[in-house]
Nanobody, 122 residues
Framework: QVQLVESGGRSVRPGESLRLACATS????????VGWFRQAPGKEREFVAH????????NYAESVKGRFTISRDRDYNTVYLQMNQLQPEDAGLYLC???????????????WGRGTQVTVSS
């Protein structure tokens, strides 16, 4: 059974950077596509970024393009989200989610972590 554990969230000031980590276990890492989502109080959960199981493709929400980078490290079975130039509107609970992409792709994220909190405030 796949498990995801996020880490790295903390309080930062506008303009600062932060790197989040999503540690995976329970299934061969290379079979999983992983996405990052975030949810601010009173708002809907929104997609932030996704990286394919192969690592060959990524996609981002328009609001984070050019500032955030998603990557994966197969040696540590971990997906990272590097966040630069953070703004108050980036604050929220960041969650990672996984979907099986190999051997047969699925569209839905079937496993979610509990999240890590990011606060951006001066």
């Amino acid at each position: 059974q796949v498990q995801l554990v996020e880490s790295g969230g903390r309080s930062v000031r506008p303009g600062e950077s932060l790197r989040l980590a999503c540690a995976t276990s329970g299934r061969t890492f290379s079979t999983l596509g992983v996405g990052w989502f975030r949810q601010a109080p009173g708002k809907e959960r929104e997609f932030v970024a996704h990286i394919a199981s192969s690592g060959a493709s990524t996609n981002y929400a328009e609001s984070v393009k050019g500032r955030f980078t998603i990557s994966r490290d197969r040696d540590y079975n971990t997906v990272y989200l590097q966040m630069n130039q953070l703004q108050p509107e980036d604050a929220g609970l960041y969650l990672c989610a996984a979907r099986i992409e190999r051997p047969f792709p699925t569209a839905d994220y079937s496993v979610w972590g509990r999240g890590t909190q990011v606060t951006v405030s001066s």
